[in-house]
Every structure is written in C-alpha cells, then in structure tokens.
C-alpha cells in the first residue's frame, strides 16, 4: 500500500507567493486617489496596485518606488493608523527623470498636505536601466531636490536583502534538510556596496533627508535571514509578506520617531 506524502510541517508561519498579499491590500485599503495615478499604477488580475489607509482626509505620507515600496506600505499603515499613507509606483527607477513617475511626482510635490515622501527601490535591479550619462546619485539629487524645495522632508530606503531560494525551503521542515533560511551577510553587503555611495552622498549633502537601513532587521554578525522565531518574512526571494512588511513597518516608527508626527 503506497502512502500519499504528508505535507511536511511547518517550520516558520508567512504567506508565500502573492495571493495571499494582494487580497489582503484589497481588503483593508482604498484605492488611492488622484484617479489619474491610480489608473496609470500597474495592476494585479486587473486591479490597480495603488492603495491609500485612509478613505477621507488628507495623505501625509507617500511611499514613491517600485514594488520593494509597495512592500512597505502595509505595516506602515498599521503601524500609524491615525496617518494617511498612501503609495505609488512604477517599474523602473524611482527618478523624477523617468516618464513612468512624472506625474506621481507632480503630484506629491504640488499637495502641500503630503509633508513626508519616502522613496524605495531594488536598487542592485535598478542600476541596469540608468540614463548613459548619469548615475543612481544624480538621478535621486534632482528628485530628492524637487521635493526638499518643496517643503517635504524624504526618507530613502537602504534595501532589504535578496535571496538565491524560494521562501517556500524556508517555510517547511524537510527530513535531511540542511537549509537555514540565511545567506552570507558579506554578498549581501558586497550587493549593498554598488548603490548605498550615492544613498549615502544624498544624506550627507541634504539636511532634510534620512536613510532607513532595513537590512539591519535581516541581518545578524555574519548571515541575513529570511525568517526569525518561526516567522517567515518573505513571500518571494526579494518581497516581504504580510508579516515581513507588519515587522519592518514597527521597526522603522520605533526607530524614526519624527515619521509618527
């Protein structure tokens, strides 16, 4: 008699894939408004992935990149629930250069209620499609400098880790699996190290921006982990999940306390 394989236990709780991520923006979130940018904002099975935590009132916070920003949006909203947040985005670089942000920045720039921008990216990804004659530094001083003249105080993002595997090695116990949900911190610092300069330059030459250093909740003395405590933080190799994003959204207000007010 052969035996159906049991689903081997779990070894660290979180949803994987998208579904689960997707259904759960949907059913706690508005549709962000302008209409216009929630029109333009890519789609999942055809709904617009552009959200707002709040149906009236006005939007404080906007969240500009691409999809590591709309990571992001969800445990910042729950973390700061009395605040409008809202978030945009598009494919490529987050830069008030490239066609796809034009109007997510004339936007952002011209609401004087929306005081706080904060601008993520997959930056390792995103220094593939980067103009000839420019750089990651210029392209975020010329975005970061239309919106400090604008009155807004910005935040930019330094990356999460990637991974090399899937979450799904990560979320069940497997006989005879040696696998740890880490990677060496050192090829992820080796990564870091092709765009945090120009991060680091933009901080150092405006008073009014803040790096938030997110890898620091991933990574421990030597390995950056995709799960802690049995949680699972990851839904694909380079995208939170539902807890990962709950866990760096409180993480990032306890650290950033001027983010609350």
């Known amino acids: 008699v052969f035996r159906i394989a049991a689903k081997p236990p779990v070894k660290n709780t979180g949803d994987t894939g998208h579904a689960a991520w997707f259904e759960y923006l949907n059913s706690k979130f508005q549709k962000c408004t302008p209409v216009n940018l929630r029109n333009e904002a890519p789609s999942h099975n055809g709904s617009s992935r552009c959200f707002q935590s709040q149906v009236n009132g006005n939007k404080k916070i906007a969240i500009i990149g691409d999809s590591h ?3 992001l949006f969800l445990g910042l909203a729950e973390a700061l629930p009395g605040v409008n947040i ?3 985005i598009g494919g490529p670089l987050p830069s008030i250069n490239k066609k796809e942000y034009e109007n997510i920045y004339k936007f952002v720039v011209n609401d004087p209620e929306i005081t706080t921008v904060i601008i993520s990216a997959y930056w390792s990804q995103r220094l593939e499609n980067m103009p000839k004659d420019s750089n990651l530094e210029k392209e975020l001083d ?15 993002v330094d990356d999460i880790p990637d991974f090399s595997f899937d979450p799904q090695k990560c979320k069940y116990s497997k006989m005879f699996s040696q696998h740890t949900c880490s990677k060496d911190k050192n090829l992820f610092m080796a990564k870091r190290s092709t765009y945090y300069w120009a991060l680091e330059t933009i901080e150092k030459n405006n008073p009014t921006v803040t790096i938030l250093h997110l890898w620091q909740y991933f990574c421990s003395e030597n390995t950056c982990d995709m799960a802690k405590d049995g949680i699972l933080f990851y839904r694909d190799n380079n995208h939170l999940n539902i807890n990962g994003s709950q866990y760096v959204g409180k993480k990032i207000i306890d650290d950033n306390p001027l983010l609350a007010q």
């Open 86 to 88: 809202v978030y945009y």
């Open 142 to 156: 010329k975005t970061v400098k239309a919106l400090t003249t604008a009155r807004k105080r910005v935040y930019i």
């Open 69 to 71: 920003a709309e990571d």
